[in-house]
């Protein structure tokens, strides 16, 4: 299905959007089928073909169960606004399907979203991000299961000097929204934007170690092509109004980089947070103070927080679990 309510104007989805039928529910679980032989045991697949959302829930709870039956991880992308018109849709995915990870896309490329028209400035977005965010503690609380968030955010000449205001909100929101991921504009799809030579994947990136405010590692950990991809993970470690934030991976600690890449593929990603947050923390540790190389500060966090990553492309982005996605968005 190529289909959205949105029309954003940098957008993946092909020319003929909104004119063509979802798959079949039998064509959905033969491509599952394919990315689960190709990917193994827990790959990561994003569930994406425009807004998923806008299906009958049992009709995405169908694929989700499935992805989850065959072995896999999914993740569903969405901008967010069914969610928000029909109650209980994504504590349903959670609780009847084994959702576990769920990606909003939020940002002034939007347009479409019912009530908040063009914002213009990502400062007053916030309080959409707010309302997602606590979608995902309520919807914890409420089924008792483990739900991951992620936040896309596409960049471009308008907003890429709001970027630090982004990274702001998302270390303040640690505890619901796990990654961000900021996509530099491509010309891709129906995307109307014109491509800015200031907005580059350094060019984000220097904005993201400005607002973070530490020397960030560009080579912590590498998820697909070097000059696609910048993932860096963090510790964010809040105590009352003071906020510490550890690098994983600091700089020049190539033994730390291999260990956070066994320990993100083998642990299942990083810890769960909410209510599983101590367990988590423990779980991490644990495996921190078995492997030298690490920086021991952080195997005495108290929460993890999001995994800052910039990738060249409108569209795709890597899975807070941990590992690389291989399906675009
Ligand atoms: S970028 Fe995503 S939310 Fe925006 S129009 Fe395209 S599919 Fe819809």
């Known amino acids: 299905m190529e289909h959205c309510d949105f029309a954003c104007s940098s957008?993946?989805?092909?020319?003929?959007?909104?004119?063509?039928?979802?798959?079949p529910f039998e064509e959905v679980r033969k491509q599952l089928d394919v990315l689960r032989d190709g990917l193994g045991p827990q790959g990561k697949v994003?569930?994406?073909?425009?807004?998923?959302?806008?299906?009958?829930?049992?009709?995405?709870?169908?694929?989700?169960?499935?992805?989850?039956?065959i072995g896999l991880d999914p993740m569903v992308m969405t901008n967010g606004q069914r969610f928000e018109e029909v109650p209980g849709y994504l504590a349903s995915l959670v609780r009847d399907h084994g959702?576990?990870?769920?990606?909003?896309?939020?940002?002034?490329?939007?347009h479409g979203r019912k009530g908040d028209h063009h914002f213009g400035r990502e400062a007053a977005l916030h309080k959409v991000r707010d309302r997602f965010a606590a979608m995902i503690r309520m919807v914890r609380k409420e089924t008792g299961r483990r739900l991951h968030g992620a936040h896309t955010v596409t960049v471009t000449g308008e907003n890429l000097d709001q970027v630090p205001d982004i990274v702001q909100w998302a270390l303040e929101n640690h505890?619901?929204?796990?990654?961000?991921?900021?996509?530099?504009?491509?010309?891709?799809?129906?995307t109307r934007d014109l491509p800015d030579p200031g907005v580059s994947l350094d060019s984000v990136w220097t904005k993201i170690r400005e607002a973070v405010g530490v020397p960030l590692n560009r080579f912590a950990l590498q998820f697909g092509h070097p000059s696609c991809n910048i993932v860096c993970p963090l510790f964010v470690i809040t105590l009352g109004e003071r906020r510490e934030i550890i690098q994983c991976v600091p700089e020049g600690d190539s033994q730390g980089r291999k260990v956070m890449s066994r320990l993100l593929s083998t642990a299942g990603g990083l810890p769960p947070?909410?209510?599983?947050?101590?367990?988590?923390?423990?779980?991490?540790?644990?495996?921190?103070?078995?492997?030298?190389?690490?920086?021991?500060?952080?195997?005495?966090?108290t929460g993890t927080g999001p995994i800052a990553a910039v990738q060249g492309g409108s569209g795709s982005s890597p899975d807070p679990g941990g590992s690389p996605v291989h399906e675009r968005r």
């Open 273 to 301: 947070l909410g209510s599983h947050r101590v367990r988590g923390v423990l779980r991490i540790a644990a495996a921190l103070r078995s492997r030298p190389g690490l920086p021991s500060a952080a195997a005495a966090g």
């Open 99 to 110: 959702l576990q990870k769920v990606a909003f896309h939020v940002d002034v490329t939007q």
């Open 46 to 69: 994003q569930i994406t073909a425009g807004e998923v959302t806008l299906l009958d829930p049992p009709e995405l709870g169908r694929i989700v169960s499935y992805a989850r039956k």
């Open 11 to 23: 957008c993946y989805l092909t020319p003929i959007a909104n004119r063509t039928r979802p798959l």
């Open 175 to 190: 505890d619901a929204f796990r990654m961000i991921s900021f996509q530099p504009v491509a010309d891709v799809g129906r």
